[in-house]
């Protein structure tokens, strides 16, 4: 196994106690700052699975109900509770550094080994195993041998650059810019159960996320088009504070914030890749291919892609064939191009118009609420079963209510 975060984590743990024997490797050392601090209500599911939602529900993270969002001033909100399928009304928004450490602990508690401060240099996977070249802190080198690789390496994507697996995302090219702070607010100023996020007041294609931590601190950050967010003056920390202040919510809500820690920032973060699985080698979660941050899909997809490759392998090795095509990529896929689909309206403006207009009837509301919980893969839900379409023709009904009321 490639990677010791929440999808390396739940993966090792879930073949663990399969029986199988695990060693993960992961290049950085725990704890270490990451983002994708939002969790989807789906990801309880699986850290359940991999026993590990008593330690999670133990650890005191923040409680969340749902997402909030701004533009301007109109405000919208969906309760978790409201969703069509079936399942938890709440999840955790979590400082990644200590969640994913939890979790790493949880997999060795239940016998995985983890090796930090490891990198692979070189991997080789055929039908009849895979091997791996690693260099450790120290400088040593070693070559380790595997029935199977998992690689849960995230933003690293490991096996990518190594098989030559890349391919260029075909979403345009964005930039994020993002920090931790201690936020300061007054008690019942903000809604510290739900992730804000808001729609910057002059462009609808830059947006930002407050996600609040449960010890008064919280992530924000802002996302836009390269050029914008990039090309303008100053260091990383002095344009995302100039930002924050163009958006009068976040205005207000860090009018009396410390800004204690650095600021961070990506570019051309959305990625890709022309196969997810090969002979004795699957891909997870953004290893294989990430879209963007918006609806914190990120985390979601790949926990479930640990699940599923998790049985995938486990029966590979008991002798079972495996069509990795039909019983991995294509399901996955299902729910990451239901993502997909909503992160498209977001950019484009459909789901704006949806989360801001007046035409939000019961029914519809709880079928957008399920995908915003994280439930992408439930295709009873219209919404997943043809986003696409369904978007588009419940933005354009939003925008004509929205017409006539103003003409009204």
């Not at 990430?290 to 997809?301: A, E, H, N, Q, W």
């Amino acid at each position: 196994m490639i990677g010791a975060g929440p999808a390396g984590a739940i993966a090792a743990a879930l073949l663990r106690r399969r029986g199988r024997d695990v060693l993960v490797l992961e290049r950085q050392r725990f704890p270490r700052f990451s983002i994708g601090e939002s969790l989807l209500v789906h990801c309880l599911d699986f850290l359940a699975e991999a026993g590990m939602l008593d330690a999670v529900d133990a650890a005191g993270f923040q409680y969340k109900n749902g997402a909030a969002f701004a533009r301007g001033e109109q405000y919208g909100e969906f309760d978790f509770a409201e969703a069509l399928t079936p399942g938890r009304a709440s999840t955790f928004q979590v400082e990644r550094a200590r969640f994913d450490q939890l979790l790493a602990d949880e997999a060795v508690r239940q016998g995985v080994e983890i090796r930090y401060e490891t990198e692979i240099v070189a991997a080789e996977c055929g039908r009849g195993g895979a091997g791996v070249a690693a260099c450790a802190a120290d400088g040593a080198h070693r070559d380790i041998r595997a029935d199977f690789l998992l690689d849960a390496s995230g933003f690293g994507r490991t096996l990518p650059r190594l098989l030559h697996l890349e391919r260029p995302s075909d979403f345009p090219v964005r930039h994020a810019l993002y920090t931790h702070l201690a936020d300061r607010l007054p008690e019942c100023a903000f809604d510290r159960s739900k992730i804000l996020i808001a729609v910057h007041p002059q462009r609808c294609d830059i947006w930002y996320w407050v996600i609040p931590f449960a010890n008064g601190r919280c992530s924000i950050g802002v996302v836009g088009a390269r050029a914008v967010l990039a090309g303008a003056a100053g260091a990383a920390a002095e344009r995302l504070r100039g930002l924050v202040a163009e958006e009068p919510w976040l205005r207000r809500l860090t009018a009396e914030a410390e800004w204690d820690t650095p600021v961070r920032e990506t570019a051309g973060y959305s990625a890709n890749v022309t196969a997810m699985h090969g002979p004795r080698f699957a891909l997870l979660g953004n290893a294989a291919e990430f879209l963007d941050p918006v609806f914190s899909s990120g985390v979601t997809i790949a926990m479930r892609s640990a699940s599923m490759a998790a049985s995938a392998v486990d029966r590979e090795l008991l002798g079972g064939s495996v069509d990795w095509d039909r019983e991995f990529e294509r399901p996955l896929r299902v729910g990451i191009d239901c993502f997909r689909a909503f992160v498209d309206a977001w950019y484009g403006g459909q789901l704006q118009e949806i989360f801001f207009g007046r035409a939000q009837s019961p029914d519809i509301r709880r079928m957008i609420c399920s995908v915003l919980a994280g439930f992408a893969w439930d295709d009873r839900n219209p919404f997943v079963a043809e986003p696409r379409r369904r978007l588009d023709v419940l933005a354009r009904y939003c925008a004509m209510q929205a017409a006539q009321a103003r003409q009204s």
